[in-house]
Nanobody
Framework: QVQLVESGGGLVQPGGSLRLSCAASGFTFSINTMGWYRQAPGKQRELVAFITSGGNTHYADSVKGRFTISRDNAKNTMYLQMNSLKPEDTAVYYC???????WGQGTQVTVSS
């Protein structure tokens, strides 16, 4: 079955950086468009960025220029490099295939001084 394991979250000061990882299994990762989502307390889950099988990327306006999504198909792993973090980036971050309706447990990112 589809399994997704997010890691790399933590507590960081405003302006800092984090790199999230998503290890995928149970499906053909290389041919799937993959996305990073986040859910802040009291808010709906939102799509942050996605990357196609061919490496094309799309970002939400709120993170454009600060976040970079990438993938390593040989390792069945997707990444999210987050720079210039802001308090409003605080959320639980999830990865997901845009084809399968399965979610991992998420990883908490907290941006605070």
């Amino acid at each position: 079955q589809v399994q997704l394991v997010e890691s790399g979250g933590g507590l960081v000061q405003p302006g800092g950086s984090l790199r999230l990882s998503c290890a995928a299994s149970g499906f053909t990762f290389s041919i799937n468009t993959m996305g990073w989502y986040r859910q802040a307390p009291g808010k709906q889950r939102e799509l942050v960025a996605f990357i196609t099988s061919g490496g094309n990327t799309h970002y939400a306006d709120s993170v454009k220029g600060r976040f970079t999504i990438s993938r390593d198909n040989a390792k069945n792993t997707m990444y999210l490099q987050m720079n210039s973090l802001k308090p409003e980036d605080t959320a639980v971050y999830y990865c997901k295939s845009l084809t399968y309706n399965s979610w991992g447990q998420g990883t908490q990112v907290t941006v605070s001084s």
